[in-house]
């Protein structure tokens, strides 16, 4: 309730936005394909954990 009285995002919005934002990148780079939960696939189809590969490959805008 704070953040809203605030003016600013839940910490949680503001991770899943976090998030999307990397994916949304990471997918127009052709280093993901698709996610699933925690899980996100590579073009070869291996499954790796979203976590290591934000990790692995940081957003380059």
Known sequence: MAACKEGR????????SAVKDWFEWARR???VIAMSGEVVY????????LQE???RFGVQK
Not at 42 to 49: I, K, L, Q, R
């Open 9 to 16: 995002k839940p910490e949680s919005a503001q991770v899943k």
């Open 53 to 55: 590969m934000m990790r």
């Open 42 to 49: 590579t073009p070869d189809g291996e499954a790796v954990e």
């Open 29 to 31: 780079e052709r280093i």
